[in-house]
């Protein structure tokens, strides 16, 4: 019997996601070790610093949206932004990669209401015997 093609997709995004759970893991040591061997020598470089933690931040957000698509596969339909290829959930207004429409906004076909001009009236005064 064949494997399904949302079981290889699925198996496909479980392997991805432990590669990045091990990028992850050795970065987040990598930044650690190297932020400490600049405090030894007291001389810390910001830019290194930065340049490693923003590498460290994209890997930890695409590893979040893998996990994500993994917890909504049973409920939820996935596709691939027509931009940069990388995977959506259903729903998803943007691509969390590259930041392009997934989803185009479409103005409003409802019907407008036409405008009535309200009336106002005054008080009502009752004239007693």
Known sequence: MAPREGDVAASSLRRRRDELAEQVAE????????????????????DVLVRKAAQLQERD????????????????????????????????????????TLMERAPSTAVPVERQDTLVMGPVVVARD
């Open 27 to 46: 970065q987040q040591w990598d930044l650690g070790g190297l932020a400490y061997e600049m405090a030894i020598r007291d001389h810390f470089r910001l």
């Open 61 to 100: 957000a695409e590893l979040a949206e893998l996990e994500r698509l993994l917890r909504l596969e049973d409920s939820a339909s996935v596709g691939n932004c027509p931009a940069c290829a990388a995977p959506h959930s259903r729903g998803a207004l943007f691509c969390w990669q590259c930041g392009a």
